[in-house]
C-alpha cells in the first residue's frame, strides 16, 4: 500500500525557534498533501491544502505567516512552525493524496515548545 | 473540520461482540466517506470507505453503511478484538475550490476488553 513518511516523530524546541516538518510519499507521487492539528482527544482539524508546484491554501483562522507550507515535488511538502511558542505544541500529521480521493497519512509528529 | 467537545465518546465491548461506530455528517453534498482507525500517538490508517452512490460496503470484518437521507454514516465491527481498541473517525469529502476537502468527525473511542 501507499506509504507516507513524516519527520520528525517528536520534536522539542525552545520558545521563538522555528521547526520544519517533512512529509514525504514514498511509493507514488502526492498532487496534494494535506496539513492537520490534533490536540489531545480531539479530532484532526484540517489546517492547509498544498498543491504541488502552487501555494497552499490555508483554512480560516489558519496563520499562513505562522505555518508555512511548501510542496516543492510531488513527493515532499513541509510545514515549517515560525517561531514557535508554547501554544503551538500539538500533534501535526500529513497526508498524501494520489489522483484518486485515498487519503494516506503520516505517523505524525508530536511539537513541544518549552 | 468541526472541533467538537473536549471528550470522545466511548464505546466498551467485549472481545467477540460485534460494535457499531456512528457518525453524523454535515454536509449533503457531501459524496464520499472514509472510516479511519487511530491509535495512540500515531497517524490515522484507512479501514474502508464508501462512496455516495452505495449505501453499504463490506470488507475483511467490518461494513460500512450510509445514510443519505439523514446524513449518518456506521462502521461495524465483526467479532471484535482487543487489537481493535482505538479512536474511530469518520470523514466525509466535498469538492470545493477545484479539490476534495476532508473534514473529519470528532471520533468514538472503541475500548474491547478481554
Known amino acids: 500500500g501507499a506509504v507516507v513518511s513524516q519527520h520528525p516523530s517528536w520534536v522539542i524546541c525552545k520558545s521563538g525557534t522555528s521547526v520544519k516538518i517533512e512529509c514525504r510519499s514514498l511509493d507514488f507521487q502526492a498532487t496534494t498533501m494535506f496539513w492537520y492539528r490534533q490536540f489531545p482527544k480531539q479530532s484532526l482539524m484540517l489546517m492547509a491544502t498544498s498543491n504541488e508546484g502552487s501555494k497552499a491554501t490555508y483554512e480560516q483562522g489558519v496563520e499562513k505567516d505562522k505555518f508555512l507550507i511548501n510542496h516543492a515535488s510531488l513527493t515532499l511538502s513541509t510545514l515549517t512552525v515560525t517561531s514557535a511558542h508554547p501554544e503551538d505544541s500539538s500533534f501535526y500529521i500529513c497526508?498524501?493524496?494520489?489522483?484518486?480521493?485515498?487519503?494516506?497519512f503520516g505517523a505524525g509528529t508530536r511539537l513541544s515548545v518549552l | 473540520g468541526e472541533n467538537v467537545g473536549l471528550h470522545l465518546p466511548t464505546l466498551s465491548v467485549q472481545e467477540g461482540d460485534n460494535s457499531i461506530i456512528n457518525c453524523a455528517y454535515s454536509?449533503?453534498?457531501?459524496?464520499?466517506f472514509i472510516w479511519y482507525k487511530q491509535e495512540s500517538g500515531k497517524g490515522p490508517q484507512f479501514i474502508i470507505d464508501?462512496?455516495?452512490?452505495?449505501d453499504k460496503r463490506q470488507g475483511q470484518r467490518v461494513t460500512v453503511l450510509l445514510n443519505k437521507t439523514v446524513k449518518h454514516l456506521s462502521l461495524q465491527i465483526a467479532a471484535t478484538q482487543p487489537g481493535d481498541s482505538a479512536v474511530y473517525f469518520c470523514a466525509e469529502k466535498s469538492f470545493s475550490g477545484g479539490s476534495y476537502i476532508p473534514t473529519f468527525g470528532r471520533g468514538t473511542s472503541l475500548i474491547v476488553h478481554p
Open positions: 464508501i462512496r455516495s452512490n452505495m
Open positions: 454536509n449533503s453534498a457531501s459524496d464520499y
Open positions: 497526508s498524501a493524496r494520489d489522483l484518486g480521493l485515498a487519503e494516506y
